[in-house]
């Protein structure tokens, strides 16, 4: 190998741990060409994982799985690749400890937010990864947590949405009864949100859809935070919204959401 090669190669090495990934756009960025990941793949100092994306190996005496960890890609597009995504929704709840699972299905579903390449649809991972865009808050950065990257690969911490962004994100996924019942459970466990936070989140937040739908649920479950929020502060919009097929129109907050929720939150 060329001592240019060798030259590009080592700050490669430095900044992407065993395990981690990049793609062929931060590699470019690198000043590493075509030519030079093929010379990589082919020495064993990239995997190709699928078309335009590489994983460094791991040690040799490791156990390399087949499929990529959707934490691993989460950090990758993060502290290494320096795309703008975050985890969001349901997902940052769980991993905050307050949702129940991730999804009902063959494969957990995780949330990520922001501008995230397309080629996660072609990922081989333990989890279906769904990229959604940031129209709910546009460029407000307001609930997201943006822990710092440390000397140790291994303790990298995710950037995700606080419990009180994660929860409006959520509910703008909202679709039917089952996604509901998720929701649901969810928000009972949300007693320790922050009043202050949620008050400029709900402010910020474009979709009246949403802030309808979070006092949907902060009137059934009766956290204490709740007589902190100003609601006359926060615009609900005007007449009724269309959510759930079939739903009943809840008469404090003129949304149609499933009929029990109706009956028992009323």
Request: glycine letters at 8%; proline letters at 5%; hydrophobic letters at 40%.
């Amino acid at each position: 190998m060329s001592h240019v090669k060798q030259q590009r190669l080592k700050p490669l090495l430095d900044k992407v741990p065993p395990g981690f990934l990049v793609d062929t756009r931060y590699l470019r960025a690198q000043c590493i060409n075509a030519k030079s990941i093929h010379g990589y793949v082919e020495r064993g100092w990239l995997e190709r994982i699928v078309r335009g994306v590489y994983r460094r190996p791991l040690p040799v005496n490791a156990e390399t799985e087949s499929v990529v960890s959707w934490h691993y890609a989460l950090l990758s597009l993060q502290h290494v690749m320096e795309y703008d995504v975050h985890l969001g929704g349901m997902s940052a709840l769980s991993v905050a400890g307050y949702g129940h699972y991730l999804h009902l299905g063959k494969l957990p579903h995780v949330h990520f937010y922001g501008k995230a390449p397309t080629w996660l649809k072609w990922l081989p991972s333990d989890a279906k990864i769904v990229v959604h865009n940031r129209t709910l808050f546009g460029d407000e950065q307001i609930g997201i947590i943006k822990d710092g990257q440390t000397a140790e690969a291994w303790q990298w911490v995710p950037k995700a949405s606080s419990p009180e962004r994660a929860i409006l994100e959520a509910l703008d996924e909202l679709s039917d009864e089952a996604d509901f019942d998720h929701v649901d459970k969810s928000f009972e466990s949300l007693t320790t949100l922050r009043p202050k936070l949620l008050m400029k989140l709900l402010t910020a937040c474009r979709s009246i859809k949403v802030r309808r739908l979070f006092f949907v649920f902060a009137d059934r479950h009766q956290h204490a935070w709740l007589k902190h929020l100003k609601r006359n502060g926060i615009n609900f919009g005007t007449g009724p919204r269309a959510l759930v097929k079939g739903g009943a129109l809840h008469p404090a907050h003129r949304i149609y959401v499933p009929k029990y929720f109706v009956r028992a939150g009323d």
